[in-house]
């Protein structure tokens, strides 16, 4: 996969110097492993809290099961996130409270800021991208609130399985209504999390301010470019959002109805044709954005999660529905395809396309 | 809750004698855990199949979580299932290929089988009956196909709550379609049930045969009596059915759609105001069918499988959906309102209903 | 258990008035569950730190899955743990670091504070008791330290298992050594306690302060008393403590040397023969303090660690060590033998001892 | 790792034909995954139970989160077992009941049957061997009771990782006795393993059989050579094994006493001194045989059983013990160093020690 996309972006090409803000959380852990050996951006810049200042990655560090740690990246020294930031390219997973404001400084002071944060999903000049479904909503940035920075948001963390699906699907039949019920795993709550207390032999029916995201993402993301602004897509998804004692891998359980109706054997075409809109290869991109399961009792998250390095979104039991039109499974890694993989891919989109901001000198 | 049932049956009653075939199996060790001190009926008999004949109780059980047996208990001896059944009341816990032909045999020499298999459930003349919602679908009884024998059924273990929660909203607002994902316990399986190693930190999106039941069985219990024959509901619910890492306890997600669409009020209203249709204590009801939660957090499989001795059903998350009209969650105890307590309620209400055959002397 | 328990007391007899310390916390709500229908004990108050004071119980509740409250005990409204308490009956269930200062000035002001938190359980003149294995070390009070008050405490809740099952061995056959290692349940842990991402598919292999308390505790627990002052006895425990994704329920394996090696059935023989050395019932007590399992494959924690309501020590796999002379395993009920039953039942002690000071009017 | 190997064997050393049998269970799976890219061994042949005969590994194959399969092994076409085999080098990952006799015919036809069974691991002319600890046992090979055949064992998964903890403290310091607890995972059962309703929010505390392998395979692993027969080492080891909910890792809790009691420093030492005996690079060997970790609450076998891919040794919390001289933990991957990368390894000896047998035509 990589070596392809290395070729791509040609031997010549300069490498790019990226900040990561919330380094340390989980889905900034998440993000340091996937960068440690990219073959376009270096990791030049980390931070977060004021608390966390001044030490190096592995003083901080505590085990996390979320793979091994080069050497290099070990050393790196945390600044304070108020601190001036060098890199042109900055890398967000910051929690959305802190995300807010200081995403909005950061982008008009130059920078790229690709966030994982949901603070700026909404806002109508920065765009709301999974790089495989509307890699040109990434134009939204040419409006005249940009010189070189801005904001580029990736959806929450089950949506972006959920939209990659329905994507193809509505492309080809026009989504009208679906109604998803998700089991969310445990990193998916990032740190510390549920107890082991509140979730062991449990299902967590409530994941405060979960759901309405499934309602609005989805039809921003899958919205029409008009004059530059998105217009959302007019369908309606009504969600119920669930943790269960898994660690990784977000499932979804979606009924959806379209206005053409499809047979399961049309939407399991359109989904098997599915291909990512970027037209380029990109490093972290899958071999396919989704795999559709034949076999009846897949996808599992702990099977198949890890589809693609975690960047490939699982369909399955597709089948009819026989109170709305179809029934399926989807199936993502929400640390990977649904945090830390996509904004990274966004930011290999920003890289292709030439939107990685030249910063002026401080 | 028994003392008040125990009165009402009357202290001059006559105490039925109670055969229970499968009584090996996981539901049917917890219909002997309920029936062993019940005011009305008596373990005359237990049965599975050949290999254990013979052996006592004591002999063939192994520790199963289910609760203390009484000695009594202990001491009974198995028989076979081909041998004759002296007890008029017969509760059956087979698995369904079984069920089938031997129910039917039973029930024509004279035994009233109180059946939870899934065999005889869409049989015209075998009412499928959940006591509180349905009682009088007991006059299918009636019909010529029986003299005194009859075979009863109650449904799918995780049918049996949602449809509890779903008849007061359908009697006030006339259902049309339902969206429903459930998360089923282990013991629902009963044994040996999925492994620990397909199941831990993992969920399994597919339990053979089990969806098409959301469609059938609401369908008939929220049916109409029509010249002695039901009339099933003309409501559409498509179901995605899967096996999460709990041990009892299913949790239903619904998404719901009504001809007059409630508020959220109203259909509060509507579940608050449910009671038994059967207009008699019955000794394992619970004092609320309904327990409707107004935290954001509940119903939990966990802390609220056993309320009402597991009899209640659990009502939680209700509010408005974006893609239909309603959304909320549904919690019962697979074991007792799904399984054990809804077939022995069912023989309770028949019981007061005066249905309990005189068997003639073999 | 309790309505002989009820009679020794008579029904003449003083109810008592019971404060409780660090009532939110987990072992104090299931102090508070089990006093609530208690046949000699009112609880009359209840405190906590600064932050709830002011607050009922009911405001503060979240549920915990340890029972049902009674409405009663639902109104009684939170004191700061530095106000004058009234009650000459103490139960602590606070953390060590501020039970230390606390409890020892509540004894000084007359009251007895039986405490299960662990900074006083080392103190000379603090009896570290386990009803029905040292009751006389009550004597340790007589001392002139005491007027009225006193401090008496109970085990780690690990321990308090373990130190049962060692008692009739030890006194047989003298204990030499006995190397240890626990599987600790998650309750254990209070609140929140372990994450589930850190515990989900795992076992944590430290637990901190723990195994300490393994060696020092039984050795005080099993000593002997001269002049007043507790020897300690002079054998040596090593233990590992573990964390386990269990609810409730410490299991300890135990491989352990004597001086009198005793054979395996002499051994048994010493379990079976032990009797509660209170000499008189005890509303707490269980009918048997502890259980010999003979099946090879008891006790395990989800199904034995409610013997007894949770008061019963489960011993099992009894059998020769190649190592050192005898292996065992024992489990007990963390919450309750382990924490608010084994206090409770040491205030019961003190009743029927007549050691419940008269607490001068303030 | 094994591009080294690869160098040490030669480029123009001849590949080796490897037959599996059992390769349908979960440590035959395991086998196939670890072999489908050596560098010198080609997977030739398949072969389990006659049900299978005849199916292709494709055909046969249900998810096992074991790893990605190559397609050329998918296309192996699965033997009886009965029939004759053609490959010099045989893996045996087959139940000890069947392994017993069929492993003895096949090594009298001259095969090398490198076994993970339990049937020969005392058999005195069939060395039991973990490669990094005592690879020059291979010597009972020599015995006239082999021409060019012959079995060789590696321990249970379990002792697999304990005896290489062991080896460097018992020849350091003579290892005198030794109490251990384990804590083994599912994986470690086999199919199907206990059930999710055994071993959910539980720990089952007795595995058939196990125990008296602690006591037995050590003794003989770290026996020595004596005129060509293995004298056991003479010291005890006291085991108590457990299942906990954990997929794959072995964690073992071991307080042991030497005849040259060491500090807690001396045994470190001893411990980060460990080399391999084999004295040549193996391909499946993994960089260090053990791992030591100086942080408090490590290893969990969650975070840690992957070391090394899954062939490092973790050893942790070693300290003083009370009862003995030292307490530590250990954990392995059962799968990969407890059974089949163990099994790999000890054929890799085999290769560079030139015992591969040349087998005549059939």
Same mark, same amino acid.
């Given at each position: 996969?990589?070596?392809?996309?290395?070729?791509?972006?040609?031997?010549?090409?300069?490498?790019?110097?990226?900040?990561?803000?919330?380094?340390?959380?989980?889905?900034?852990? !998440?993000?340091?492993?996937? %960068?440690?050996?990219?073959?376009?951006?270096?990791?030049?810049?980390?931070?977060?809290? @004021?608390?966390? =200042?001044? +030490?190096?990655?592995?003083?901080?560090?505590?085990?996390?099961?979320?793979?091994?740690?080069?050497?290099?990246?070990?050393?790196?020294?945390? !600044?304070?996130?108020?601190?001036?930031?060098?890199?042109?390219?900055?890398?967000?997973? %910051?929690?959305?409270?802190?995300?807010?404001?200081?995403?909005? !400084?950061?982008?008009?002071?130059?920078?790229?800021?690709?966030?994982?944060? +949901?603070?700026?999903?909404?806002?109508?000049?920065?765009?709301?991208?999974?790089?495989?479904? #509307?890699?040109?909503?990434? +134009?939204?940035?040419?409006?005249? =609130?940009? !010189?070189?920075?801005?904001?580029?948001?990736?959806? #929450?963390?089950?949506?972006?399985?959920?939209?990659?699906? %329905?994507?193809?699907?509505?492309?080809?039949?026009?989504?009208?209504?679906?109604?998803?019920?998700?089991?969310?795993?445990?990193?998916?709550?990032?740190?510390?999390?549920? +107890?082991?207390?509140?979730?062991?032999?449990?299902?967590?029916?409530?994941?405060?301010?979960?759901?309405?995201?499934?309602?609005?993402?989805?039809?921003?993301?899958?919205?029409?470019?008009?004059?530059?602004?998105?217009?959302?897509?007019?369908?309606?998804?009504?969600?119920?959002?669930?943790?269960?004692?898994?660690?990784?891998?977000?499932?979804?359980?979606?009924?959806?109805?379209?206005?053409?109706?499809?047979?399961?054997?049309?939407?399991?075409?359109?989904?098997?044709?599915?291909?990512?809109?970027?037209?380029?290869?990109?490093?972290?991109?899958?071999?396919?954005?989704?795999?559709?399961? @034949?076999?009846?009792?897949?996808?599992?998250?702990?099977?198949?999660?890890?589809?693609?390095?975690?960047?490939?979104?699982?369909?399955?039991?597709?089948?009819?529905?026989?109170?709305?039109?179809?029934?399926? %499974?989807?199936?993502?890694?929400?640390?990977?395809?649904?945090?830390?993989?996509?904004?990274?891919?966004?930011?290999?989109?920003?890289?292709?396309?030439?939107?990685?901001?030249?910063?002026?000198?401080?």
């Amino acid at each position: 996969m990589r070596e392809g996309a290395a070729m791509a972006a040609g031997d010549g090409a300069a490498r790019v110097r990226v900040g990561i803000l919330g380094a340390t959380g989980t889905v900034g852990q !998440k993000m340091i492993r996937l %960068l440690q050996r990219h073959p376009w951006f270096d990791i030049a810049e980390v931070g977060a809290s @004021e608390r966390s =200042a001044g +030490s190096s990655l592995a003083d901080l560090w505590t085990p996390d099961g979320l793979g091994p740690r080069d050497p290099g990246v070990d050393d790196l020294v945390m !600044k304070s996130l108020d601190e001036p930031w060098t890199s042109p390219l900055l890398l967000s997973a %910051l929690p959305s409270s802190v995300a807010g404001p200081l995403e909005s !400084k950061l982008a008009s002071r130059g920078h790229l800021v690709v966030s994982n944060a +949901s603070a700026h999903r909404m806002d109508p000049d920065a765009p709301l991208i999974v790089a495989d479904v #509307n890699p040109d909503h990434l +134009s939204v940035l040419d409006g005249p =609130a940009h !010189k070189n920075g801005g904001i580029l948001t990736n959806p #929450n963390c089950a949506v972006a399985g959920l939209v990659t699906a %329905l994507a193809p699907l509505h492309r080809a039949f026009t989504l009208e209504r679906a109604v998803v019920t998700t089991f969310q795993a445990i990193s998916g709550a990032g740190r510390p999390g549920p +107890s082991a207390a509140a979730l062991v032999e449990n299902v967590l029916p409530f994941i405060p301010g979960e759901e309405i995201k499934f309602t609005t993402e989805p039809q921003r993301i899958l919205g029409t470019l008009e004059d530059g602004a998105i217009q959302p897509a007019p369908f309606q998804i009504g969600a119920t959002a669930t943790r269960v004692p898994v660690l990784h891998g977000h499932l979804v359980s979606v009924s959806a109805a379209f206005a053409d109706t499809p047979t399961v054997n049309q939407a399991s075409d359109a989904l098997l044709g599915f291909q990512s809109a970027v037209g380029a290869p990109l490093p972290t991109a899958p071999q396919s954005p989704i795999h559709l399961f @034949e076999e009846d009792d897949r996808p599992q998250p702990r099977l198949d999660r890890d589809l693609g390095d975690g960047m490939t979104v699982s369909v399955g039991r597709l089948r009819a529905c026989e109170a709305l039109d179809l029934k399926f %499974l989807v199936l993502s890694h929400n640390l990977i395809r649904g945090a830390a993989g996509a904004a990274i891919l966004n930011a290999e989109l920003c890289y292709v396309r030439g939107r990685i901001p030249t910063l002026a000198p401080a």
